[in-house]
């Protein structure tokens, strides 16, 4: 970090684009990145699946099979970038909800990105499954 009083606000630029069920973005800090030294410049790509299961039977209308890849690439730090990934289920409720549950894991994690982001010996990362509720406005 950039001594004792590190800046973690992140100023970016991004473009995305979407079709259908996917999408995909791309996303560049113009500042330095969580309070890195010597980080702007970092990248995010990331690419997302959103399909309905109606095509399998009516009755599956509401229920969405969601798929998630991301990639940072930490500028001037090759070693703390990762891939981030997840998958599931997503029920659309009405009033615009979704109750959803996900598969949440890391890869391509070096032994740097390991040590730097554990805190008091206990993992800042972890596989995890994440079920959610989300209202869209």
Known sequence: TNGKNPNFNTQELYVGLGYGPASVKYSRSTSNYFGTNNTAGTQYYQADVKQSLAPLSASLKDLNVVAHYGRTAVANYGSASYNDINAGLVYTLPKEWDLGVRYYTNSSMTNYF????????????SDAVVFDLKKTF
């Not at 390991?114 to 990362?125: A, R």
């Open 114 to 125: 390991k040590y730097e982001n554990t805190f008091g010996g206990t993992k800042l990362y």
